[in-house]
C-alpha cells in the first residue's frame, strides 16, 4: 500500500515504471502500431499486425525487441515526432485515476521508467507529468536514422537513483527496482479496476495533438481498419460525386445513407438574405468541411475563405473556396469583394482543433461587414482524422471521407447585434472577435484560448504550418 502524503518524505526521489504504474492497459502493441503507422505508413503498419500472433508466442522481451525493429527501422531522428504530437493523447487516455494519484501526490523529484524506447515516452512523462528524469530504452542511430536495434547498455538503474529512494512498481516489473531503499508494488488485479482519468485532472491541457488514427489501434481494431480501408475507398468516391453532381436535398439525403450525418438548430434566426450583399457566417474550425456543413444546412451556395489548404481539398470541395494571403490590406479587399458577391463563411481560428477548444480568432472579419452571424461547428468521427499537422495534407479530404460514420451538428446564433459590430455599435476588430469566439464557445461547452496557428504548428510539425 502506498503510503500517506505527509508520510513521504520530499528529500527523497520517486521512481515508478509507467506501464505497471500509470497505464491501465498491459498491452503496449498500440503505441508501436501508432508509430509504425503514423511515421511509417500503413504498410509498415500492416507487417506489424501481420507479426502479432508472433509477438504473442515469443514472450514480452523479444516481442517488444520485434515491435521496436519493425516501427523504427529506417526513420528519420531528427523528424520524429510522434512522441510529442500523436502519443500523449494516447497516453493520458489510458491513465488510471488510481495510478496516477499515487505518483502525482509525491512532491519531490519523479522518476519515470519505461519498457518503451525514450523517444516514445519522454516528452509525454516531462510534459505533462512534470517528471524531472526519464528512463527508457535507447535506440541506435545512423546517419542520421533509427536501425530499430537498441543501444547495448546496462540494464540496471544505478547511477541514475540512490538506495535510499522509494520505488514505485507492479509485481512483474519489480527486478530494476530492487536498489531503492523502499519498493511498493501495485496489484495487477486491482488494475483491473482502475478508472480512466478524468480530463479536468489533467497535470496539462491536451489542446493540440496530430495523427490519422482517431481510435485507440489494438489488434482487432486495427484489423477491422484494414479490412475497411477498400470500402472506405469505395465510399469515398460515392460521397464526393454525390456532393458535386446532385442538388443539394438529394445529395443530402444520400451522405446520411452513407453514414454521413448532422444536426443544425437556430436556422430561424438566419435571414435568407443580408441586407446589403452577403452574410458573414463566422464559425470555429473543426475540420476542412466545416464550410460545405453550412452550405448544406442553409440549404443554398456559399464561399468559404481558407488559409492554407492542398489543391487536392480545393479540387474536390463541392463549394467555391477562396484562398487568403495572408497580407491583411489584399485579404481584406478579398472578403469585401466576395461579400458583395454572396455569402460567405470564414473561420478566424485558421486551422482546425480536435479538442474542446477554441483558439484565438483573427480580428480580420470584423471589419468587413455589420451582417455577422456566428455558427457554432462539432465534430465527430469514427475511425481517422481528417487534418493534419505534420503528415500529407492533400490526404486530408481522403482520410475524412473515408470514416464509417460522420457527424456534424452546427448551430446558428443568429445575427450578430448591430451594437456589437464596428460598422455600428463603434466596437474595435478586437472587441468583436473576442466577443464572437465567446459567443460559441459559450454554445459548444468550449473553452476560449490565445493560442494560435503557429503555435499549434511550432508544436506539432516545428514549422509555421503555410502550403505554397
Known amino acids: 500500500m502506498f503510503p500517506a502524503e505527509q508520510d513521504l518524505n520530499p528529500n527523497r526521489s520517486l521512481v515508478f515504471h509507467m506501464e505497471g504504474v500509470l497505464l491501465r492497459s498491459c498491452s503496449v502493441f498500440p503505441y508501436f502500431m501508432l508509430v509504425a503507422f503514423e511515421a511509417g505508413g500503413p504498410l509498415r503498419a500492416f507487417v506489424l499486425l501481420l507479426l502479432y500472433p508472433l509477438l504473442c508466442l515469443v514472450g514480452r522481451k523479444i516481442g517488444m525487441k520485434i515491435m521496436i525493429f519493425v516501427s523504427f527501422v529506417g526513420l528519420k531522428e531528427e523528424t520524429f515526432r510522434i512522441g510529442s504530437a500523436v502519443l500523449p493523447k494516447f497516453f493520458l487516455e489510458d491513465i488510471g485515476n488510481e ?3 499515487m505518483v502525482m501526490k509525491y512532491c519531490g523529484r519523479k522518476i519515470g521508467v519505461s519498457e518503451m524506447p525514450r523517444v516514445m515516452v519522454e516528452r509525454f512523462l516531462r510534459d505533462y507529468l512534470r517528471v524531472e528524469g526519464v528512463v527508457g530504452k535507447e535506440l541506435k542511430v545512423i546517419s542520421g536514422h533509427f536501425t530499430g536495434l ?3 547498455k546496462r540494464t540496471d538503474l544505478g547511477g541514475v ?3 535510499s529512494d522509494i520505488g514505485l512498481c507492479c509485481f512483474k516489473n519489480q527486478k530494476p527496482f530492487s536498489q531503492c531503499e523502499v519498493v511498493y508494488l501495485v496489484n495487477e488485479g486491482e488494475k483491473g479496476n482502475w478508472k480512466a482519468l478524468p480530463r479536468e485532472k489533467y497535470p496539462r491541457e491536451l489542446i493540440f495533438h496530430d495523427g490519422r488514427l482517431a481510435f485507440r ?3 482487432i481494431a486495427t484489423l477491422f481498419m484494414f479490412m475497411w480501408i477498400p470500402m472506405g475507398l469505395i465510399l469515398m468516391v460515392i460521397r464526393i460525386l454525390a456532393a458535386f453532381l446532385l442538388p443539394y436535398k438529394l445529395s443530402v439525403l444520400l451522405q446520411y445513407f452513407t453514414g454521413i450525418t448532422g444536426t ?3 436556422l430561424n434566426l438566419v435571414d435568407k438574405k443580408g441586407k446589403q450583399g452577403g452574410t458573414l457566417f463566422v464559425c470555429n474550425h473543426r475540420t476542412l468541411i466545416d464550410p460545405i456543413y453550412v452550405s ?10 481558407t488559409y492554407s489548404i492542398s489543391w487536392i481539398t480545393e479540387l ?3 463549394v467555391k473556396t477562396v484562398r487568403l494571403t495572408r497580407n491583411r490590406e489584399k485579404d481584406s479587399e478579398l472578403v469585401e469583394q466576395e461579400l458583395r458577391r454572396g455569402d460567405l463563411v470564414i473561420c478566424p481560428e485558421g486551422t482546425t482543433c480536435r479538442e474542446p477548444y477554441l483558439l484565438r480568432f483573427s480580428p480580420l472579419f470584423a471589419e468587413m461587414t455589420k451582417e455577422i452571424v456566428p455558427a457554432a461547428v462539432d465534430f465527430q468521427v469514427s475511425m481517422f482524422y481528417g487534418t493534419t499537422a505534420a503528415g500529407l495534407k492533400v490526404l486530408d479530404p481522403v482520410f475524412l471521407l473515408m470514416n464509417p460514420s460522420i457527424h456534424c451538428s452546427v448551430t446558428f446564433l443568429g445575427r450578430l447585434p448591430e451594437s456589437e459590430t464596428c460598422q455600428v455599435g463603434g466596437r474595435s476588430k478586437f472587441e468583436v472577435a473576442n466577443h464572437v469566439q465567446g459567443e460559441i464557445a459559450k454554445a459548444l ?3 476560449c484560448t490565445t493560442l494560435t496557428r503557429k503555435d499549434k504548428y511550432k508544436l506539432l510539425a516545428g514549422n509555421e504550418g503555410l502550403i505554397k
Open 316 to 318: 474536390v470541395s463541392p
Open 264 to 266: 443544425s438548430s437556430g
Open 445 to 447: 461547452g468550449f473553452k
Open 99 to 101: 495510478g496516477f494519484d
Open 150 to 152: 537498441m543501444e547495448e
Open 296 to 305: 448544406f444546412f442553409l440549404m443554398r451556395s456559399v464561399t468559404a475563405v
Open 217 to 219: 489501434p489494438t489488434p
Open 161 to 163: 537513483f540512490s538506495s
